[in-house]
């Protein structure tokens, strides 16, 4: 019986690993010849560290300089794992696309807010909503330079050190609950791990922390996020849930470019790159990211390696050189979340 379960693990051709409360139960040939370290009955390897008794979902994780995408099947204590190499940084077709589109809108509502040179003054709408659109129009065109650099030779620029993560998440929640609070949106935060420290680059990993809030805020409407942090093994593991509704297959999908032939984001939805500049992060920091569904709104975990720290680094959590322009970086990720009336008193002198 035993033997005949082997043979079937065998014949899929994607890696797979069976998993029992944590613990592996098999895997086939392809899963042990990319991860050797594999044994029966011991836990998954750090790199799969995926939240106990996870519903299904799909993710990707880091193993030396290779990225793989993994989907997960779960059935009570019972998961399946499977995972293959993912596809490269390069931006594909639909989010191309995407992003051609919303620069277009954004161009045509910014024409609009300022209005024609020869119109009369009162006709045209308040510098508020010209901001707004300044600052949306700016985190497309970063977040579609963050993809090109990382999808150059030399990837993304990366400067990690030993930081405090715990403190950085406080930071981070602090200051999008009081603009969030504004919509109506609840964000909190809870810890068990105080002053938890890891080696990473802090602007990217304010980059990814404001990027998981954003799209969690859109979907919340007007419920609650939460972003939780602790410590799990050799791991950091931060989860953001929300109170959304349950999306779509198609943007489900979406969310691991599958089928991305026919998921070329809705008007209104954005470009489509967001989850792609939070995953490139999270692979640079050699970290695990898993979005899982069940029957309410998906809920986005990732791990993070707790060491080797360098100490001869004093633990901090810099702000480091800007990419935003010299524009508020809460106020540009949370720009297709938030009212005009917040950009107010945002200046673009």
């Known amino acids: 019986m035993l033997d005949s379960i082997h043979l079937l693990l065998d014949s899929f051709p994607e890696a797979l690993i069976q998993a029992r ?5 098999g895997a086939n040939a392809a899963a042990r010849q990319i991860l050797p370290q594999i044994q029966v009955n011991a836990p998954l390897p750090d790199c799969l560290a995926l939240p106990a008794r996870a519903p299904s979902g799909a993710g990707t994780f880091t193993l030396g300089q290779t990225v793989y995408s993994f989907s997960l099947t779960s059935s009570g204590p019972e998961q399946i794992i499977l995972f293959r190499p993912a596809p490269q940084a390069a931006l594909t077709g639909p989010q191309l696309a995407g992003t051609l589109r919303q620069l277009r809108e954004l161009l045509g509502e910014m024409m609009v807010e300022v209005g024609p040179l020869t119109g009369e003054q009162e006709a045209r709408l308040p510098r508020s909503a010209f901001n707004r ?22 990837g993304i620029s990366f400067h990690p050190t030993t930081m405090n993560l715990d403190a950085l998440c406080r930071e981070t929640v602090s200051r999008a609950q009081e603009f969030l609070f504004q919509v109506g949106v609840r964000l909190e935060y809870e810890s068990v791990s105080p002053g938890l420290l890891i080696p990473g680059d802090p602007e990217l990993l304010r980059q990814l922390l404001l990027g998981l809030i954003s799209n969690s805020a859109r979907a919340a409407q007007d419920g609650a996020v939460l972003l939780t942090l602790r410590r799990q093994g050799a791991r950091a593991l931060l989860t953001l849930s929300d109170t959304g509704p349950l999306p779509s297959q198609r943007d489900l999908d979406a969310l691991f470019q599958r089928g991305m032939e026919d998921c070329l984001p809705r008007p209104g939805q954005g470009a489509g790159l967001g989850l792609s500049v939070i995953r490139n992060i999270t692979a640079v920091h050699r970290g695990t990211m898993l979005v899982q569904w069940g029957s309410a709104a998906p809920s986005v975990s990732i ?3 707790t060491g080797p720290l360098e100490p001869r680094v004093s633990v901090n959590t810099p702000h480091g050189p800007l990419r935003n322009g010299g524009l508020d970086p809460v106020l ?9 009336k917040l950009f107010e008193l945002e200046g673009l002198d």
Request: glycine fraction near 6%; proline fraction near 8%.
């Open 21 to 25: 409360d944590g613990l592996v139960a």
């Open 303 to 305: 791990s993070l390696p």
């Open 133 to 154: 659109s300044f600052h949306r129009l700016f985190r497309l065109l970063d977040n579609l330079e963050y993809m090109r650099e990382a999808s150059s030779p030399g």
């Open 332 to 340: 540009v990720a949370l720009s297709d979340v938030l009212p005009a």
